[in-house]
């Protein structure tokens, strides 16, 4: 077999065979595929695309490229979700306590931020002393007694996608719908989910900008799950202005605390419980979508939530009593207030400028060496739809330098004051097949 065929192959439209797929990706992996023979066949399947088949070998292929983590220890149907990225995308600091108090395990491995804000174990890493680095064991003791525990992805999952990503970022391939699917799918299944619950964001802070493009990357990511054996569905949601009021790592951990105690941003709420609902039925602890999310609002309401996030954070060695007293958690020197410079009503937060803002303030990364600063970023006052009058705060910047004007200018670009404006609609779809 030769890869100079392959290419040809999928160049003239052809569809690969399970056999052509796995010697591609083993021989990548391995390094006997060279990056321009791997970049021409990511530039093929960019334009000739790839069928429902091709596209689960793929998957399957990335993900026994490497370590793969058996969760058959852990009792019950373990249930991940998955976002494809946003402004203020605190969902799953609140998600998972919040389903793992109602009895379903919560196994999750998660990565650290490139862009707007840190990811997940970033914002957690906010928290003094909590830490990631845990051996397989210990993970999934700690999901047996408290059902719930987040590690760091391994060095060794799925390297195939690892050095396949990389190489579309650098050959305009990003956008290729099979590749995408494969590459988040392949990273779900081999992080050992039974389920899988996916939110695809759509709008300006997320990948894809139109619904079609996020219906597309949604079913191709649904049909992969369910061909390969995991249930899988997925929630599209809008990322046309950020999630929340919270853009910032310690910011998020703050509001996750405030949604756990039901106080939190309306719109994050309702996502939590509609992706929660979702995984509750998924792991068969209810018959129903309305039975499930009310099992969900009774946990936030009695405190369960809550509490399963503070035996959550002490076992990974954290401080909880941030739950109680979230002014432990790291505070900017300066906070900064952006006024409205005119009345009227709120018609547009450009989530994705806005984000920006943000990691110019050291919420985030522009590349994967740089550091974080977890106790700075955005606190929006106003949402798209919001009337304001001149004077009013718009929001506030958290920073640890004073000279904030190119990141108030950004602000005051990207947010737009009109006569009128619809608060955007929250989910847009939900793909189930």
């Not at 852990?74 to 009895?103: C, E, M, N, Q, Y």
């Not at 599209?236 to 939190?264: H, Y």
């Not at 009337?387 to 330098?401: A, E, M, Y």
């Amino acid at each position: 077999m030769r890869m100079v065929d392959i290419i040809s192959k999928k160049r003239d439209g052809g569809e690969l065979s399970r056999e052509e797929i796995n010697f591609f990706v083993e021989g990548y992996t391995h390094g006997t595929i060279p990056d321009y023979q791997a970049s021409a066949l990511a530039m093929a399947i960019y334009f000739q695309n790839m069928n429902d088949r091709e596209t689960s070998d793929l998957t399957m292929a990335m993900a026994s490229s490497g370590e793969t983590i058996d969760l058959s220890e852990i009792s019950g149907i373990k249930v991940d979700k998955h976002s494809t990225g946003g402004v203020g995308d605190t969902t799953t600091l609140v998600l998972a306590p919040l389903v793992a108090s109602l009895g379903i395990p919560v196994a999750k491995m998660s990565g650290r931020g490139l862009g707007h804000t840190g990811g997940t174990i970033d914002k957690l890493e906010s928290i003094d002393g909590f830490h990631v680095e845990i051996i397989k064991d210990k993970f999934i003791q700690l999901v047996n007694d408290n059902g719930i525990a987040v590690m760091g992805q391994t060095g060794n999952l799925t390297p195939a996608d690892k050095k396949l990503y990389a190489l579309r970022d650098v050959t305009g391939t990003v956008e290729s719908i099979p590749l995408i699917a494969s590459s988040i799918m392949s990273k779900k299944i081999a992080a050992g989910a039974d389920a899988i619950v996916l939110d695809v964001k759509v709008g300006a802070g997320a990948f894809m900008k139109t619904d079609k493009d996020a219906e597309k990357l949604a079913h191709a990511m649904v049909r992969v799950g369910n061909s390969v054996g995991r249930n899988t569905m997925a929630v599209i949601s809008d990322m046309s202005q950020p999630l929340g009021f919270a853009i910032g790592n310690a910011l998020e951990v703050r509001e996750a605390i405030d949604t756990l105690k039901g106080e939190g941003p309306v719109d994050l709420a309702e996502l939590v419980l509609t992706l929660g609902s979702e995984m509750v039925v998924l792991a068969k602890k209810a018959g129903t979508l309305e039975e499930a999310r009310k099992k969900l609002a009774e946990s936030i309401k009695t405190g369960r939530a809550l509490e399963k996030f503070r035996t959550f954070i002490k076992n990974q060695g954290g401080d909880p009593s941030i739950v109680d007293n979230p002014g432990k958690l790291p505070r900017a020197k300066y906070k900064i207030d952006v006024p409205a410079l005119k009345d009227g009503v709120i018609s547009n937060i450009a989530a994705d400028e806005i984000g920006i803002a943000a990691m110019l303030l050291g919420a985030g990364r522009a590349t994967k060496g740089d550091s974080i600063d977890l106790s700075v970023g955005l606190v929006l006052d106003k949402k798209v739809g919001d009337r304001v009058k001149k004077g009013d705060k718009l929001l506030t910047i958290h920073s640890n330098f004073q000279d904030v004007d190119e990141i108030k200018a950004r602000i005051y670009e990207n947010i737009t004051i009109g006569s009128s404006a619809e608060k955007p609609v929250l989910i847009h779809k939900i793909i189930t097949e």
